[in-house]
């Protein structure tokens, strides 16, 4: 076991080489993934019941305790994403398989390695996993809500078989891994130790799949549609921290703002676009599962640094006034 959980951590911590070496296998040999794809959303559904082993009512205590700070955070993820992915879909004039792609990425909740990614940058935590909580939970709602406002444009939206979608892929899986974990605490415990692998090799076959699957689009568009996902993620990280200072938010909440902001579930895009779109409009998503890993961790690194930075100078003013 103690060898698994090794292993496990090892994976966990070098998961975005990992995402981006299948994704070039899957690129390069699309056949020996492509029966991934029917597999899209059991993988999804493990991710959430992972999700669900860790999740505590502590969780969303934060709503409670400081409502403001999850408020802003919440409005900040739902708000800016979307209208960002409209404004690129618009302004750079996307086909409209590939606009539905970017908006349903902007209209995700928030990703569950965005609390890694705030720990790493010394950020707030528990408001990171308040915010990543509190997104997930009303995704069923919201999410349906905001791909019909902003995607309908290009293509015909069902919002209820949206709806019925995330209930079976998110919410269902999530309330099991809480059941199992109230009943059965002992090995799920356990068993979380192991959850970072479990999730990596879910995400890398979501990511495989994909590619596998669109991979004619993929080399026809697929350095448009990456340009436009870098844009997308890069001016969620700036407007998250942008937002979160103008309302005089302190260096780790504006962290975790910008982080929460530009970290989507775009395992959950990619399910959506397989199962009600189009195997093009879901290459946003797997292209965003690879870049926000990277783009997250050099984020991080950038962060922990300013945190870093801001204690020093705190320290050698506090030793000069003693």
Same mark, same amino acid.
């Given at each position: #076991?103690?060898? %698994?959980?090794?292993?496990?951590?090892?994976?966990?911590?070098?998961?975005?080489?990992?995402?981006?070496?299948?994704?070039?296998?899957?690129?390069?040999? /699309?056949?020996?993934?492509?029966?991934?794809?029917?597999?899209?959303?059991?993988?999804?559904?493990?991710?959430?019941?992972?999700?669900?082993?860790?999740?505590?009512?502590?969780?969303?205590?934060?709503?409670?305790?400081?409502?403001?700070?999850?408020?802003?955070?919440?409005?900040?993820?739902?708000? !800016? #994403?979307?209208?960002?992915?409209?404004?690129?879909? +618009?302004?750079?004039?996307?086909?409209?398989?590939?606009?539905?792609?970017? !908006? %349903?990425?902007?209209?995700? /909740?928030?990703?569950?390695?965005?609390?890694? #990614?705030?720990?790493?940058? +010394?950020?707030?935590? /528990?408001?990171?996993?308040?915010?990543?909580?509190?997104?997930?939970?009303?995704?069923?709602?919201?999410?349906?809500?905001?791909?019909? %406002?902003?995607?309908?444009?290009? @293509?015909?939206?069902?919002?209820?078989?949206?709806?019925?979608?995330?209930?079976?892929?998110?919410?269902?899986?999530?309330?099991?891994?809480?059941?199992?974990?109230?009943?059965?605490?002992?090995?799920?415990?356990?068993?979380?130790?192991?959850? /970072?692998?479990?999730?990596?090799?879910?995400? @890398?076959? !979501?990511?495989?799949?994909?590619?596998?699957?669109?991979?004619?689009?993929?080399?026809?568009?697929?350095?448009? !549609?990456?340009?436009?996902?870098?844009?997308?993620?890069?001016?969620?990280?700036?407007?998250?921290?942008?937002?979160?200072?103008?309302?005089? $938010?302190?260096?780790?909440?504006?962290?975790?703002?910008?982080?929460?902001?530009? $970290?989507?579930?775009?395992?959950?895009?990619?399910?959506?676009?397989?199962?009600?779109?189009?195997?093009?409009?879901?290459?946003?998503?797997?292209?965003?599962?690879?870049?926000?890993?990277?783009?997250?961790?050099?984020?991080?690194?950038?962060?922990?640094? $300013?945190?870093?930075?801001?204690?020093?100078?705190?320290?050698?003013?506090?030793?000069?006034?003693?």
């Amino acid at each position: #076991m103690k060898t %698994l959980e090794r292993f496990s951590q090892f994976v966990g911590n070098t998961f975005a080489y990992w995402v981006i070496l299948f994704a070039v296998v899957a690129f390069l040999l /699309p056949s020996g993934f492509t029966w991934i794809v029917p597999l899209i959303t059991p993988l999804l559904g493990i991710i959430m019941f992972g999700m669900g082993l860790t999740m505590s009512a502590s969780d969303f205590k934060g709503v409670i305790k400081r409502p403001f700070e999850v408020f802003v955070v919440v409005a900040g993820q739902f708000l !800016i #994403m979307p209208l960002l992915a409209f404004a690129l879909a +618009k302004g750079l004039q996307l086909s409209p398989e590939v606009a539905v792609g970017v !908006i %349903l990425v902007g209209c995700c /909740p928030g990703g569950t390695s965005s609390n890694v #990614m705030t720990f790493l940058a +010394k950020g707030d935590v /528990p408001l990171s996993v308040t915010a990543t909580a509190v997104t997930t939970v009303l995704a069923p709602i919201v999410t349906p809500a905001l791909i019909l %406002l902003f995607a309908s444009e290009w @293509i015909e939206v069902s919002p209820v078989s949206l709806f019925i979608s995330i209930v079976n892929v998110v919410i269902i899986p999530i309330v099991l891994g809480l059941l199992v974990k109230r009943f059965f605490n002992r090995q799920a415990t356990a068993s979380v130790k192991v959850l /970072p692998l479990v999730s990596a090799v879910a995400i @890398i076959g !979501i990511v495989a799949a994909v590619v596998s699957n669109s991979q004619a689009q993929i080399a026809q568009t697929g350095l448009a !549609i990456f340009g436009v996902v870098i844009l997308h993620n890069i001016l969620g990280y700036l407007l998250g921290f942008a937002f979160a200072k103008l309302l005089r $938010m302190d260096l780790p909440k504006v962290k975790t703002a910008s982080i929460e902001v530009g $970290m989507q579930n775009s395992g959950l895009g990619a399910q959506l676009a397989t199962a009600h779109f189009s195997p093009l409009a879901a290459v946003p998503s797997a292209i965003f599962s690879v870049w926000h890993n990277i783009s997250g961790s050099i984020l991080a690194n950038i962060f922990a640094k $300013m945190g870093s930075s801001e204690k020093e100078a705190a320290d050698i003013l506090k030793e000069k006034t003693l």
